[in-house]
């Protein structure tokens, strides 16, 4: 089980980089949930994932990065790229050699870090922003300097901030990701489930025709999902052979987490009848809109108000019982 957790997380991660890479804001999202749920289940990241792990904390706060309010930290006052900048700090010193593209993202990242509150005209919380970030006074001293220049200004569009944009910190994330991943290449679930789909001599076609519904002209799009969908398959019948034993908990939660990611909607038509986790009545799986809207609605009316949020919120025949087990469940 630990093994199986491992993988997955191994694979969550990799989509979340892919994901981020590629500008795909669902399946960013979708992933990222999923990614998070991992590392929220572990009491501590085993070594060799750190960097992993980390890289895919960073993401998750820079995609948030313009929300003011979105709080990743238990102080309210520390932004998303605040927190991502812990975050880079811890990559730095996991000892990745990219010496001129690290400098330049810390500084991106500071310099937008300031920028994103003036942006929201949030003045005096730059002004102290900028303390926290150079605790020491001969730190960058020059950038410091500029930038409470800039606070002074109290205009977000001066060339500083202009030069160093949140695309240009977007674009060199994405230079950072591409050279992460090429020394990194170790996801073990796509290339056993590589090798499981070349033993079998299954091709392309049959898989589409016989496990999901995709767009033809997105190949590489179709072969993520064909590579995706038999790692799983392949982390399940290896599971499947302890069935005859009864599940544990820990045990529970492994399967659990192949039926959600089985469950998401970029593969909810993958059809798989007769499966060990098929038994019983066939329910209709939540979509990732309604799950949005049940999130929503508890915000909006509190946990508990399923009558309301349901005559509210945009969901596909569903009851409030359904929204309040949905809720448990999530």
């Not at 469950?263 to 799950?291: I, P």
């Given at each position: ?77 520390i932004s998303?790229l605040e ?63 500029k930038l ?183």
């Amino acid at each position: 089980e630990a093994v199986a957790a491992d993988w997955m997380l191994e694979f969550a991660c990799y989509c979340v980089c892919r994901h981020f890479g590629e500008r795909c804001a669902a399946e960013f999202r979708r992933w990222s949930a999923v990614a998070q749920a991992l590392i929220n289940g572990l009491s501590k990241i085993p070594a060799h994932q750190k960097k992993t792990v980390y890289l895919c904390q960073l993401l998750i706060r820079i995609a948030k990065g313009k929300n003011l309010e979105c709080h990743f930290e238990n102080d309210q006052r520390i932004s998303p790229l605040e927190s991502a900048l812990s975050f880079w700090t811890l990559l730095e010193r996991e000892g990745i050699k990219l010496e001129k593209l690290q400098e330049d993202i810390r500084r991106l990242i500071q310099i937008q870090i300031v920028a994103v509150h003036m942006e929201n005209g949030y003045f005096k919380e730059a002004a102290e922003v900028l303390e926290r970030l150079f605790t020491d006074s001969e730190s960058d001293k020059p950038l410091r300097v500029k930038l409470a220049t800039v606070i002074k200004s109290k205009d977000p569009y001066v060339p500083l901030l202009q030069s160093f944009s949140y695309k240009l910190l977007i674009s060199k994330m994405k230079s950072y990701i591409e050279l992460f991943m090429k020394e990194n290449e170790t996801n073990f679930l796509i290339q056993a489930a590589t090798k499981q789909v070349e033993s079998k001599g299954l091709g392309a076609t049959a898989l589409q025709n016989k496990t999901m519904n995709v767009n033809e002209n997105d190949e590489s799009n179709l072969e993520t999902k064909q590579r995706f969908v038999f790692s799983i398959i392949l982390l399940r019948d290896m599971l499947g052979r302890k069935q005859n034993c009864c599940l544990n908990v820990d045990s529970s939660l492994v399967w659990m987490y192949i039926n959600c990611l089985l469950g998401l909607d970029s593969l909810q038509n993958v059809e798989k009848h007769g499966d060990s986790w098929a038994c019983g009545r066939r329910r209709q799986r939540w979509t990732y809109k309604e799950d949005m809207e049940l999130k929503s609605g508890v915000r909006e009316f509190g946990v508990g108000n399923w009558a309301k949020i349901l005559v509210h919120g945009d969901f596909n025949n569903r009851t409030s019982v359904m929204l309040k087990d949905r809720w448990r469940t999530l």
